[in-house]
């Protein structure tokens, strides 16, 4: 390997409009440390049962006897959504066929708004990688520095994302934007307590930012996506605001589960750990998603859902190869993605694209790259992409717990094979490696002993 000094450009001109209309930072974490009752859903909870010997009904009649409305039933983590408008009136805790009750907390969208006009990316920063910086056939005024940066362009030799399932769990997106709407296939709004529509609109702006991303299409205009012809689902769970409540975002992963996503983002958190979300998230590991999820901007510990082992915790680096000073870093990071400066699209109504901050901006990055990889080993189950995102990243000279294992590089994930064959990272203390996942089959590529010469893997991968 050798090093490289790798200059982003990040051309702006008439095709970039940039807008700063959008609130500068959703936050919720110093309030809630001040007051912790702020960062829950006032008396809402989520009600987990032991087993299935109560139908619907059964737990309804329950919920009522103590006060409260059910609103709806969370099948995955098998409970239910009470508001209980007087408190909790009879003690629900001692039923025998109820396993735990549990505060529906609040979750939050890490981003830090738009920025105002339309900053090009600074002289970049040593990097060690193999791998080289062409951008492929799209132009830089088309390619954002962050695609730059994860080496994606050079990954579409192999494959742009054709086949991948990919699920956004955020705000929803922009169904008339000509960079984002061609890839998207299904949607459904959950971001209502008691209904579920069909409308998927982005009221906010950030989830048509991270789809952005992660795929938007390559069309010679605007911006392009890390998996440019990946097929987008989207799980709307916040409605026209940045914070929505983790039942929503549950409901939201169950969609996910529904549609057999093959990668789902979450680009949102919350600062405590919560048993229900943790249950859903295992779910939809289990069920054979590869989950990214932002680590948090609070420059502190990692966030929920961020922190659980079954997911990819994902810090926030800016065009220097830094972490960003919001970014929140921990021994539960994964991976570091591009969050500073990241350019893409926002709804039409807004000026189309814009520049946002955030480890919501990074987590898209990785997303992108797991499409990638999915669609190029389909046979592969979500341990193995996790792992193979991880052997293959670039130390860009940070503490491990403010990188993980580095820099993704698509390149390096499409055009090895030794990362493929091998065992999960080992365990950092506090976040064990996930358990394989049971579904998918297990990988089935020849196994060709190391070293391998360059005519090797071209026999092998067709480089």
């Not at 409970?79 to 909790?88: E, K, S």
Request: negative net charge.
């Amino acid at each position: 390997m050798k090093t490289i000094r790798l200059i982003v450009a990040l051309v702006c001109g008439i095709a970039y409009p940039v807008v700063a209309q959008y609130p500068v930072k959703f936050s919720l974490e110093e309030s809630i440390a001040k007051d912790p009752n702020l960062g829950r859903v006032p008396n809402q909870r989520i009600i987990l049962f032991k087993d299935h010997s109560q139908g619907p009904t059964e737990r309804e009649a329950l919920v009522r006897k103590a006060g409260g409305e059910t609103l709806r039933h969370l099948p995955s983590i098998n409970a239910l959504v009470a508001y209980f408008p007087d408190g909790i009136r009879a003690p629900l805790d001692a039923e025998p066929s109820i396993h735990e009750i549990v505060n529906d907390d609040y979750a939050e969208l890490h981003f830090i708004g738009a920025l105002a006009g339309c900053a090009g990316g600074e002289s970049g920063s040593e990097v060690t990688n193999p791998c080289p910086a062409n951008p492929g056939d799209v132009s830089d005024k088309e390619q954002p520095w962050g695609i730059q940066r994860v080496r994606a362009s050079k990954a579409w030799e192999k494959t742009r994302g054709e086949g991948a399932k990919v699920c956004i769990i955020d705000t929803g997106i922009d169904l008339t934007h000509p960079d984002v709407a061609p890839n998207v296939r299904a949607g459904k709004d959950l971001s209502g307590s008691t209904t579920t529509t069909s409308d998927i609109t982005d009221y906010v702006g950030h989830g048509t930012h991270v789809a952005g991303t992660i795929a938007a299409i390559d069309d010679d205009s605007g911006v392009v996506g890390v998996a440019p012809k990946a097929n987008l689902y989207i799980s709307k769970v916040f409605g026209k605001s940045g914070s929505t409540s983790l039942s929503a975002v549950i409901a939201g992963i169950e969609y996910c589960t529904e549609i057999e996503a093959d990668v789902i983002n979450m680009s949102l958190g919350s600062s405590r750990d919560n048993t229900a979300m943790h249950e859903a998230v295992k779910a939809a590991f289990h069920a054979g998603a590869a989950i990214i999820v932002s680590a948090g901007n609070s420059g502190g510990s990692v966030g929920f859902p961020g922190a659980y082992e079954e997911v990819l915790g994902i810090a926030a680096s800016d065009d220097s190869d830094k972490i960003a000073s919001f970014s929140s870093h921990g021994q539960e990071v994964d991976l570091i993605a591009p969050g500073v400066k990241v350019l893409s699209t926002v709804p039409t109504s807004k000026g189309s694209y814009a520049q946002y901050n955030g480890t919501s901006m990074a987590a898209p990055h990785v997303t992108g790259l797991a499409a990638l990889v999915r669609s190029a080993f389909p046979n592969f189950n979500n341990t193995q992409v996790y792992t193979l995102l991880k052997e293959t990243a670039a130390k860009i000279g940070l503490k491990n717990e403010e990188q993980g294992s580095g820099l993704p590089q698509a390149c390096s994930a499409l055009g090895f094979e030794s990362a493929h064959q091998s065992s999960p990272h080992p365990a950092r203390s506090g976040k064990p490696a996930p358990r394989p996942n049971p579904i998918y089959p297990k990988l089935s590529l020849p196994v060709v002993p190391a070293p391998m010469n360059s005519l090797q893997l071209r026999q092998i991968f067709g480089n």
